[in-house]
């Protein structure tokens, strides 16, 4: 039986990896995040700098430890094969958990993950092991380490309101101090501000976080803890001096110090914090182990009690450690997830306009709408003169360089990120509580954000939405945890060794799977980025990007339009539903290019500024293209969803008729735009009277069999539907080409 636990320690090992890499893949927008942002520095500098942050912070974070071992449950009430059972379950769950997320593109907490994990995992054995001991429930609470456990939980909510409220606050301050015309308030306050940065980072960070470490004497440790106060003022006037000197002599902004030393703490702060979800458990499993060999010989795995996990002198041998440090800095340079991650905090936090990437809801609504209220309320109160003053501090510069370069926020906000969500995560560690990074960091960058009025009455209602999305997945994290970990928990339990390879058949599956939909995704989001073009800024520049984008969106609407057909002969449902997510994508597509639109005409040269008009038609016809691809595909795959009768042989032989007629239409079109053979043009609009007669007559042929054979309401109503939409959709191609036409003659006249 021993050799099976050992296959146990190898799977859990397995899966510590797999939970660095994708608990790194979320967490490393908590320290990217302001850097990248900011675009401070270049990202190979920051990608340094954070690595030895990460690596260093790996060994601060031997204090944090106890929290997987003893934090939630008792472990003196478990035996050997309970805590590997739960510790099972919990690694099987965090992983799952995370990597949905990150597919996703979702922050998530994988402190939130870990807790609630081993809190469901520990609670269903401990019903388990009473329901089938004495029956007494009410022991239930001796099992568990409840008091930590609600400590723990009750810093993670606290550490969310701390880090909006103080977010909000210094930001606030930080703005009216600098403005966003940095240049003009630097020299006076920036010596200031990077003493008090510094310091806060440097004292938090780096000497708070030797209080975990091996090598610094216990004498020292004295020191420093007794001796607070006056290290802070020796640190603040020595800070302040070197930021002076940064300024004057070096020429070097401070700013760029303060993100690239901030970086490296909240890098570390986050290791010496998180590094406890990834490897905590493994490392608990592999003590307990070890103390099972030692003094369990006389007892069985089962009768073994694991009260030695209750002992808080258990350092992690310093190899894991070191390892552990190496995956996590291999991932944040390897992990595509990760950039999903960044990018939707990113897209939250940003100052400038954009796509969003939430809908507006019924509570953003409110919440936006509320706030206005109160806006007006304290303008009422203030003083005109104050408003005023106020609000000339919080005049954007304009910015001049292309949108993809221009940085989401400005250094002075990154700057502020990077303080507050390092002081809050390095207190949280000192006090041996594993706040939330991801918690920390998101709400001190929506509070900076908020209070640096990035959030205005054009995105306000869309960012806050954002936010509530990503809050309510924290509380789904908490659900789902603590189920999955509980009956993941309990079957394992029951199941023992046949459960425990089940279950990893499953985890293997399931990343299957899930890279199989990353690539996918990132395919995706590689062509709609391919449609965020801003170096337009000619006519002929125009009319190469339109035709490759006609040839693209032609040549989609074919295969929708053929698949739709044949599904609807067939009657092949899951090949309808493919088409109805086709559609949905050719028409997001077609949206973010109107959505570039504002961007696209700025960037025109003066000469070329017609083109804008030219441009936005042709947008619209595409548009009116795939919404009449879209009612024929969502209706087709309605009638046949709901069960409704098949369309009659004369109507599907008809409809194959209007396929291949617009199957051939499209390949000439496509073709005309891929080589940029405009002269051929003339050609295909001298079919469009046959193709719309041919469907007219169709029509007409219905009427007639509605008179005589038709007896199917729900028939008649889908396929005039069909051939109606199609009519239109004939119409918007051809007079697409019709305007393409005559403003190619136009441009070829300018040359």
Same mark, same amino acid.
């Given at each position: 039986?021993?050799?099976?636990?050992?296959?146990?320690?190898?799977?859990?090992?397995?899966?510590?990896?797999?939970?660095?890499?994708?608990? !790194?893949?979320?967490?490393?927008?908590?320290?990217?995040?302001?850097?990248?942002?900011?675009?401070?520095?270049?990202?190979?500098?920051?990608?340094?700098?954070?690595? /030895? %942050?990460?690596?260093?912070?790996?060994?601060?974070?031997? %204090?944090?430890?106890?929290?997987?071992?003893?934090?939630?449950?008792?472990?003196?009430?478990?035996?050997?094969?309970?805590?590997?059972? /739960?510790?099972?379950?919990?690694?099987?769950?965090?992983?799952?958990?995370?990597?949905?997320?990150?597919?996703? %593109?979702?922050?998530?907490?994988?402190?939130?993950?870990?807790?609630?994990?081993?809190?469901?995992?520990? !609670?269903?054995?401990?019903?388990?092991?009473?329901?089938?001991?004495?029956?007494?429930?009410?022991?239930?609470?001796?099992?568990?380490?409840?008091?930590?456990?609600?400590?723990?939980?009750?810093?993670?909510?606290?550490?969310?309101?701390?880090?909006?409220?103080?977010?909000?606050?210094?930001?606030?301050?930080?703005?009216?101090?600098?403005?966003?015309?940095?240049?003009?308030?630097?020299?006076?306050?920036?010596?200031?501000?990077?003493?008090?940065?510094?310091?806060?980072?440097?004292?938090?960070?780096?000497?708070?976080?030797?209080?975990?470490?091996?090598?610094?004497?216990?004498?020292?440790?004295?020191?420093?803890?007794?001796?607070?106060?006056?290290?802070?003022?020796?640190?603040?006037?020595?800070?302040?001096?070197?930021?002076?000197?940064?300024?004057?002599?070096?020429?070097?902004?401070?700013?760029?110090?303060?993100?690239?030393?901030?970086?490296?703490?909240?890098?570390?702060?986050?290791?010496?914090?998180?590094?406890?979800?990834?490897?905590?458990?493994?490392?608990?499993?592999?003590?307990?182990?070890?103390?099972?060999?030692?003094?369990?010989?006389?007892?069985?795995?089962?009768?073994?009690?694991?009260?030695?996990?209750?002992?808080?002198?258990?350092?992690?041998?310093?190899?894991?450690?070191?390892?552990?440090?190496?995956?996590?800095?291999?991932?944040?340079?390897?992990?595509?997830?990760?950039?999903?991650?960044?990018?939707?905090?990113?897209?939250?936090?940003?100052?400038?306009?954009?796509?969003?990437?939430?809908?507006?809801?019924?509570?953003?609504?409110?919440?936006?709408?509320?706030?206005?209220?109160?806006?007006?309320?304290?303008?009422?109160?203030? #003083?005109?003169?104050?408003?005023?003053?106020?609000?000339?501090?919080?005049?954007?510069?304009?910015?001049?360089?292309?949108?993809?370069?221009?940085?989401?926020?400005?250094?002075?906000?990154?700057?502020?990120?990077?303080?507050?969500?390092?002081?809050?995560?390095?207190?949280?560690?000192?006090?041996?509580? #594993?706040?939330?990074?991801?918690?920390?960091?998101?709400?001190?960058?929506?509070?900076?954000?908020?209070?640096?009025?990035?959030?205005?009455?054009?995105?306000? !209602?869309?960012?806050?939405?954002?936010?509530?999305?990503?809050?309510?997945?924290?509380?789904?994290?908490?659900?789902?945890?603590?189920?999955?970990?509980?009956?993941?928990?309990?079957?394992?339990?029951?199941?023992?060794?046949?459960?425990?390879?089940?279950?990893?058949? !499953?985890?293997?599956?399931?990343?299957?799977?899930?890279?199989?939909?990353?690539?996918?995704?990132?395919?995706?989001?590689?062509?709609?980025?391919?449609?965020?073009?801003?170096?337009?800024?000619?006519?002929?520049?125009?009319?190469?990007?339109?035709?490759?984008?006609?040839?693209?969106?032609?040549?989609?609407?074919?295969?929708?339009?053929?698949?739709?057909?044949?599904?609807?002969?067939?009657?092949?449902? #899951?090949?309808?539903?493919?088409?109805?997510?086709?559609?949905?994508?050719?028409?997001?597509?077609?949206?973010?290019?109107?959505?570039?639109?504002?961007?696209?005409?700025?960037?025109?040269?003066?000469?070329?500024?017609?083109?804008?008009?030219?441009?936005?038609?042709?947008?619209?016809?595409?548009?009116?293209?795939?919404?009449?691809?879209?009612?024929?595909?969502?209706?087709?795959?309605?009638?046949?969803?709901?069960?409704?009768?098949?369309?009659?042989?004369?109507?599907?032989?008809?409809?194959?008729?209007?396929?291949?007629?617009?199957?051939?239409?499209?390949?000439?079109?496509?073709?005309?735009?891929?080589?940029?053979?405009?002269?051929?043009?003339?050609?295909?609009?001298?079919?469009?009277?046959?193709?719309?007669?041919?469907?007219?007559?169709?029509?007409?042929?219905?009427?007639?069999?509605?008179?005589?054979?038709?007896?199917?309401?729900?028939?008649?109503?889908?396929?005039?539907?069909?051939?109606?939409?199609?009519?239109?959709?004939?119409?918007?191609?051809?007079?697409?080409?019709?305007?393409?036409?005559?403003?190619?003659?136009?441009?070829?006249?300018?040359?």
């Amino acid at each position: 039986m021993e050799q099976v636990y050992i296959i146990m320690l190898i799977a859990l090992a397995l899966l510590a990896t797999i939970d660095l890499m994708v608990g !790194v893949s979320n967490d490393a927008v908590n320290f990217l995040n302001s850097a990248i942002g900011s675009k401070a520095v270049s990202f190979k500098t920051i990608m340094i700098v954070a690595s /030895i %942050g990460v690596a260093v912070g790996a060994l601060y974070s031997n %204090g944090m430890m106890e929290i997987a071992r003893s934090g939630i449950f008792t472990p003196s009430m478990f035996s050997f094969n309970d805590v590997i059972m /739960i510790f099972l379950a919990v690694m099987i769950t965090d992983v799952l958990l995370l990597d949905v997320f990150n597919t996703l %593109g979702l922050p998530t907490s994988t402190t939130v993950s870990i807790i609630f994990s081993l809190l469901g995992a520990s !609670v269903f054995i401990a019903i388990t092991k009473i329901y089938f001991s004495d029956g007494d429930f009410s022991t239930l609470e001796s099992y568990i380490n409840t008091k930590k456990a609600s400590e723990i939980v009750y810093s993670i909510l606290l550490s969310v309101l701390l880090s909006f409220a103080l977010g909000s606050f210094v930001q606030y301050i930080s703005r009216l101090l600098f403005t966003f015309h940095i240049e003009k308030r630097y020299k006076y306050f920036g010596a200031i501000f990077g003493g008090f940065a510094l310091t806060a980072i440097s004292f938090f960070i780096l000497i708070k976080g030797l209080k975990s470490v091996t090598f610094i004497s216990g004498e020292s440790k004295d020191f420093i803890k007794d001796n607070q106060l006056m290290i802070i003022g020796y640190c603040f006037v020595i800070w302040t001096v070197v930021s002076q000197l940064v300024m004057s002599v070096l020429k070097y902004n401070i700013f760029k110090l303060i993100i690239i030393v901030g970086t490296f703490g909240l890098a570390l702060a986050f290791a010496g914090n998180d590094l406890v979800n990834f490897i905590g458990v493994p490392i608990a499993a592999f003590q307990s182990y070890e103390m099972y060999t030692v003094a369990g010989q006389t007892l069985g795995a089962k009768e073994f009690m694991m009260s030695g996990l209750e002992g808080e002198n258990l350092p992690a041998p310093f190899i894991f450690l070191a390892l552990a440090g190496g995956v996590m800095v291999y991932t944040l340079w390897t992990s595509k997830k990760a950039k999903n991650v960044l990018e939707t905090e990113q897209n939250l936090s940003r100052q400038g306009e954009g796509s969003e990437k939430y809908n507006a809801n019924t509570l953003s609504r409110g919440i936006v709408r509320g706030a206005m209220y109160m806006g007006n309320g304290i303008n009422f109160i203030l #003083p005109k003169a104050l408003q005023f003053k106020i609000d000339q501090q919080f005049i954007l510069p304009e910015y001049t360089g292309k949108r993809s370069e221009q940085p989401m926020f400005d250094m002075v906000r990154a700057s502020v990120n990077l303080i507050v969500a390092a002081v809050l995560i390095s207190i949280g560690t000192s006090l041996k509580l #594993p706040l939330s990074t991801t918690y920390v960091t998101f709400m001190v960058a929506m509070g900076s954000s908020f209070a640096d009025r990035a959030w205005d009455r054009e995105s306000a !209602v869309y960012r806050i939405a954002g936010v509530l999305n990503v809050i309510g997945g924290w509380f789904v994290t908490a659900f789902a945890a603590f189920l999955a970990s509980g009956i993941i928990a309990y079957l394992l339990y029951v199941g023992e060794a046949f459960a425990f390879f089940a279950f990893m058949i !499953v985890v293997a599956i399931f990343f299957y799977r899930s890279n199989q939909m990353h690539k996918k995704k990132v395919k995706e989001e590689e062509v709609m980025m391919s449609l965020k073009r801003e170096d337009i800024v000619t006519i002929h520049e125009v009319i190469k990007e339109s035709s490759d984008q006609i040839a693209n969106i032609v040549k989609k609407s074919n295969g929708i339009f053929s698949g739709v057909v044949s599904g609807l002969s067939l009657q092949d449902l #899951p090949s309808l539903k493919e088409n109805k997510k086709a559609i949905k994508k050719l028409e997001k597509q077609v949206d973010e290019l109107k959505s570039n639109v504002y961007y696209f005409i700025k960037n025109l040269d003066e000469t070329s500024v017609e083109a804008s008009k030219f441009y936005i038609l042709i947008l619209g016809y595409l548009q009116d293209m795939t919404q009449s691809l879209s009612y024929i595909t969502i209706n087709s795959h309605s009638h046949i969803n709901n069960n409704h009768k098949q369309l009659k042989f004369n109507q599907t032989r008809d409809l194959k008729s209007v396929e291949l007629h617009i199957l051939e239409l499209f390949k000439n079109i496509e073709t005309i735009f891929d080589q940029k053979d405009f002269d051929n043009i003339d050609k295909i609009l001298a079919e469009k009277e046959a193709v719309l007669n041919t469907i007219s007559e169709l029509i007409q042929k219905q009427i007639e069999r509605i008179r005589t054979t038709e007896n199917s309401p729900k028939n008649s109503k889908l396929y005039f539907g069909l051939l109606l939409e199609t009519n239109d959709l004939i119409k918007a191609t051809m007079n697409l080409l019709e305007l393409f036409k005559e403003f190619n003659e136009y441009a070829n006249k300018k040359k």
